[in-house]
């Protein structure tokens, strides 16, 4: 920590090394990380909030790797977080609608979002539920796609009540 000449603090690293061929004389440098510091903070924080949504949150790269998975997607799905990353977002997807798989990627690898879609999806125990996803392209720094995140929702619970008051 370093004290400024108006008294206030601010977080730094401080380092140092002896100039070559010199055995007196040497350099030292302060660099200010309090902007570091707001941002681990702020990474914290939102973190802390998707871990907290019941909702399953996952990332995948363009390929359909798995890239993050919150505890809800651990919930929902029954993979842990270790089980689940690295592998192929198929490990999620019944076997009979790999072609949709397909087409929600194509869309969103174009920068589209997808809000609301229904679909069913798979447990790691094989059974299928229905789920409401909200895909959204995943950029970086250029803009550019560089993958897919997924927000799904286990609506099985609705699907069965509307099925229920639509027979009666």
């Known amino acids: 920590e370093y004290i400024k000449k108006d008294g206030s ?6 380092g140092g090394a002896l100039l070559p061929e010199s055995k007196n004389e040497g350099i030292c440098f302060v660099i ?3 902007k570091r510091k707001k941002l681990e903070a702020h990474r914290l924080l939102l973190e802390t909030m998707i871990q907290s949504v019941n909702d399953a949150i996952v990332s995948a790269s363009l390929d ?3 890239l993050s998975w919150n505890s809800g997607a651990e919930k929902i799905f029954g993979y842990s977080r270790e089980e689940a990353i690295g592998n192929s977002i198929s490990i999620i997807h019944p076997k009979n609608n790999e072609n949709e798989q397909k087409s929600l990627f194509e869309k969103v690898k174009t920068g589209e979002s997808i809000t609301d879609y229904e679909s069913k999806r798979i447990r790691k125990n094989g059974d299928e539920f229905h789920a409401e996803l909200n895909l959204t392209p995943l950029k970086d720094l250029n803009n550019q796609v560089i993958g897919i995140v997924g927000i799904c929702r286990d609506i099985t619970p609705q699907v069965i009540a509307k ?4 027979e009666s």
Request: proline share 6%; charged share 25%; glycine share 6%.
């Open 163 to 166: 099925q229920k008051l639509k």
């Open 32 to 34: 200010d990380i309090s």
């Open 64 to 66: 359909g790797i798995i």
């Open 9 to 14: 603090r601010i977080p730094v690293i401080i």
